[in-house]
């Protein structure tokens, strides 16, 4: 069973960056196919990116597409999501999560495991 960790959260100005990191412990991780979440106030949690095993493919929300990148590096047990180009409706918590399928996925019943959160707020 894996443990995942989120870091990189924070507070930023529309137009910034961020990148969040999610390690992974306690399984092999390139056995598993991650993804990106995230929940704003008051709504349900949706999908932002997902990732294969390899890396080699990924898909995107439409709302982050061209704004976001997912990547992983097996060697450090963790996977990324860069993102550029903030807008104050990206404010949310975001989830890491895994499942033991290669492949791209984007319900939440299709993850296994999910990390604890890290939050995001973009200011205005």
């Known amino acids: 069973q894996v443990q995942l960790v989120e870091s990189g959260g924070g507070l930023v100005q529309a137009g910034g960056s961020l990148r969040l990191s999610c390690a992974a412990s306690?399984?092999?991780?390139?056995?598993?196919?991650m993804g990106w979440f995230r929940q704003a106030p008051g709504k349900v949690r949706e999908f932002v990116a997902s990732i294969g095993w390899s890396g080699g493919r990924t898909k995107y929300a439409n709302s982050v597409k061209g704004r976001f990148t997912i990547y992983r590096d097996n060697a450090k047990n963790t996977v990324y999501l860069q993102m550029d180009s903030l807008k104050p409706e990206d404010t949310a918590v975001y989830y890491c999560?895994?499942?033991?399928?290669?492949?791209?996925?984007?319900?939440?019943?299709?993850?296994?495991?999910w990390g604890q959160g890290t939050q995001i707020t973009v200011s205005s």
């Open positions: 999560a895994a499942n033991r399928k290669d492949g791209i996925y984007i319900s939440i019943s299709s993850y296994e495991f």
């Open positions: 306690g399984g092999t991780f390139s056995n598993y196919g």
